[in-house]
T-cell receptor, first 112, second 111 residues
Framework: NAGVTQTPKFQVLKTGQSMTLQCAQDMNHNSMYWYRQDPGMGLRLIYYSASEGTTDKGEVPNGYNVSRLNKREFSLRLESAAPSQTSVYFC???????????FGPGTRLLVL | QKEVEQDPGPLSVPEGAIVSLNCTYSNSAFQYFMWYRQYSRKGPELLMYTYSSGNKEDGRFTAQVDKSSKYISLFIRDSQPSDSATYLCATPSNSGYALNFGKGTSLLVTP
């Protein structure tokens, strides 16, 4: 039982490049989330998926897209990376009707 | 006004001290509150979950909610160097799905 896994662990991009951050959970959770964490800003919600087939914007969605591929997987895509997207990205999941979120280990992204 | 406010610290205490970490929240309708612990370069992990008012104890950790003043606290007794981490408080968000996190308080427990 791995919980929430994220790939890659670390990535360096040049401005304008694209990439997809992958997230998978093996806890049969319905809801999944993408956050970014920046110094002095805390955790901010980018997008979430309340259930398979649905996605909604969070607090800071601009410059990102998401795909809920199936119940297990929720990916985050940067179409044209910008230095302002340098951050640590966390994926989380929660069970139906439960508030507790379980986090992955994070992806550190540096955009030059 | 942010839905949850937290003093970022850093907070440095000697081993064995009692630590008090605090947050304030804005929405009096919130019914549950959480504390997450985040070690350096790791993801947040749930530490305590409290519903409504009062205290909840788990080993050396006590979570307290004062709904009248919209204040939540985490107390750590007999603090250990392994408690050195960032502690994040969390409340529900108005969307009903996500959580609102405080910015986190960095704690260092020195031997």
């Amino acid at each position: 039982n791995a919980g929430v896994t994220q790939t890659p662990k670390f990535q360096v991009l040049k401005t304008g490049q694209s990439m997809t951050l992958q997230c998978a959970q093996d806890m049969n959770h319905n809801s999944m989330y993408w956050y970014r964490q920046d110094p002095g800003m805390g955790l901010r919600l980018i997008y979430y998926s309340a259930s398979e087939g649905t996605t909604d914007k969070g607090e800071v969605p601009n410059g990102y897209n998401v795909s809920r591929l199936n119940k297990r997987e929720f990916s985050l895509r940067l179409e044209s990376a910008a230095p302002s997207q340098t951050s640590v990205y966390f994926c989380a999941s929660s069970a139906l009707g439960k508030e507790t979120q379980y986090f992955g280990p994070g992806t550190r992204l540096l955009v030059l | 006004q942010k839905e949850v406010e937290q003093d970022p610290g850093p907070l440095s205490v000697p081993e064995g001290a009692i630590v008090s970490l605090n947050c304030t929240y804005s929405n009096s309708a919130f019914q549950y509150f959480m504390w997450y612990r985040q070690y350096s370069r790791k993801g947040p992990e749930l530490l305590m979950y409290t519903y409504s008012s009062g205290n909840k104890e788990d080993g050396r950790f006590t979570a307290q909610v004062d709904k009248s003043s919209k204040y939540i606290s985490l107390f750590i007794r007999d603090s250990q160097p392994s408690d050195s981490a960032t502690y994040l408080c969390a409340t529900p968000s108005n969307s009903g799905y996500a959580l609102n996190f405080g910015k986190g308080t960095s704690l260092l427990v020195t031997p």
